[in-house]
């Protein structure tokens, strides 16, 4: 980069790291064009520009780090491909969830909570295997709706239950890690 | 945060907590949950031949304002006919817990499980939206 341009044309997260605009993404290669850029930008580079250069590159290593964090975690990445689509997933304001799926996160969360009280961390462990079947599973439908089928707000359903199974994953750990007091 | 004396009563010491049997024709069940939190809400309530609501019970799995405002509710709607339980405004659970804006949430997740709670009774019962004999005394 011998002038350093102004990233302000760069329309979203999967451009800037030269990734095509889909779910399913090749992790390896989202590292290595990650690593990339950031050694592209790195502040030791920068010592010689001008402070205007500089300032560029530090927005560069920022929306770098920004558009990493979002495209590695399927959740956010999820999440950020729907938004760029324009759907909104509604996370905020949407409690009208399918009974059935609700039903199912009152079953686990009084697993969890038997689990928990009993201090059984191998009944905590069961549980954790279980979510990562039942994460997988609800992915894969999700890079089908997204990728496959453009079936956008189906997909955006789909990011509203997955955001339960991610709050009752860290209330796991938080359970397992509280065993180790 | 802080929470105020009467969020810390509910948590503490939550009213009806439990379940009735959902297959039982005079219960309504409403389950609701906000992504954003996880938190997840099972509100009960029993209704009577006069179309009152006699108990109420609840099971929620969240913050200390969502189980608060759950708790709070079952408290309100009993002796209620459902219309009025109906009426109940997220605005004034977040009044009387004192919630802070952040925690708004919990008490619309509150009236959403409240009205959840009424359209599955109402269709269990087969009363039609525009004439059903639960209002016909308040009339």
Known sequence: MNQVMSPVGVDNHFELLQMPVRFRLDLAELDRHYLEMQTRVHPDRSANLSDAERRLHLQWATLTNEAYQTLKQPLARARYLLKIRGVDTQEEDNTAMPTEFLLEQIDWREELQTAAGDRDACALGRLVTRLKVERNTLFETLATLLDDDHKLPAAAALVRQLAFLDKLGRDINDALAALED | ?139
């Open chain 2, 1 to 139: 945060m802080a929470y105020n004396d009467k969020v810390i009563d509910h948590y503490e010491n939550p009213r009806n907590v439990g379940s009735f049997d959902k297959e039982d024709d005079g219960v309504g069940t409403g389950v609701v949950g906000a992504p954003a939190c996880g938190d997840v809400m099972k509100l009960q309530i029993k209704i009577n031949d006069e179309g009152v609501i006699e108990d109420a019970k609840f099971k929620t799995y969240g913050c200390g304002s969502a189980i608060a405002s759950s708790s709070l509710v079952t408290e309100w709607v009993k002796g209620k006919t459902v219309e009025q339980a109906l009426a109940i405004k997220n605005t004034e659970i977040a009044e009387a817990l004192a919630l802070p804006p952040v925690k708004i949430h919990c008490s619309v997740l509150a009236e959403d499980a409240i009205k959840a709670a009424v359209s599955d009774y109402k269709a269990k019962s087969g009363t039609a939206e525009d004439g059903y004999k639960v209002c016909q005394s308040a009339a």
